[in-house]
């Protein structure tokens, strides 16, 4: 059996976590695949930023260069560098949440993190998504939409969702 449980980092995406432990503990050998997913466009290259010096002064007027800006990792390393971060978290949870399990991690680069939620699942041939929503109503629900509901839509697979804390 397999699973696949998005996590966004949240405190909230955590509160499906006793009931993944849950499943490992009615499914023996259950693999569990944790995955996050991010939106390249959100990732920026970190920016040296110079002190500014004064070159010289004009009558009565100091005058002052104020250097751009100098790109000191590119949005490319800035990718990876977000992909390692998020392995480990990945990782952290995995050993702090599910020891002992067959547990797997993934990161997804993508703007739409439902469609690679769905996408990874029928990469993996999941027989279970397993998340929490964050339980959004009436005005941000309808301008945010929900990734939970999405996937419940949109998947063909069963979900299991719990309600975030």
Do not use: F
């Not at 449980?5 to 976590?17: H, N, Q, R």
């Not at 945010?144 to 999405?150: D, Q």
């Amino acid at each position: 059996m397999r699973a696949l449980v998005p996590l966004d980092g949240s405190e909230t995406a955590l509160a499906i976590m006793p009931a993944v432990r849950r499943l490992a503990e009615m499914a023996p050998g259950i693999a569990l695949h944790l995955v996050t997913v991010l939106d390249p466009q959100a990732v920026r290259g970190r920016m040296e930023r110079p002190v500014t010096e004064p070159l010289g002064a004009a009558v009565g007027t100091a005058t002052i260069r104020i250097p751009a800006p100098r790109l000191i990792e590119s949005h490319g390393e800035a990718i990876a560098r977000k992909s390692i971060e998020w392995r480990e978290k990945l990782e952290e949870v995995a050993r702090r949440e599910l020891p002992g399990t067959d547990t797997h991690v993934h990161i997804e680069w993508s703007h739409h993190t439902a469609k690679a939620i769905i996408e990874l699942a029928n990469e993996l041939d999941v027989d279970v998504i397993a998340m929490a929503t964050h339980g959004r109503s009436g005005l941000s629900h309808l301008l945010a939409g929900s990734v939970a509901e999405e996937v419940i839509r949109d998947s063909g697979r069963p979900v299991l969702v719990v309600r975030g804390r």
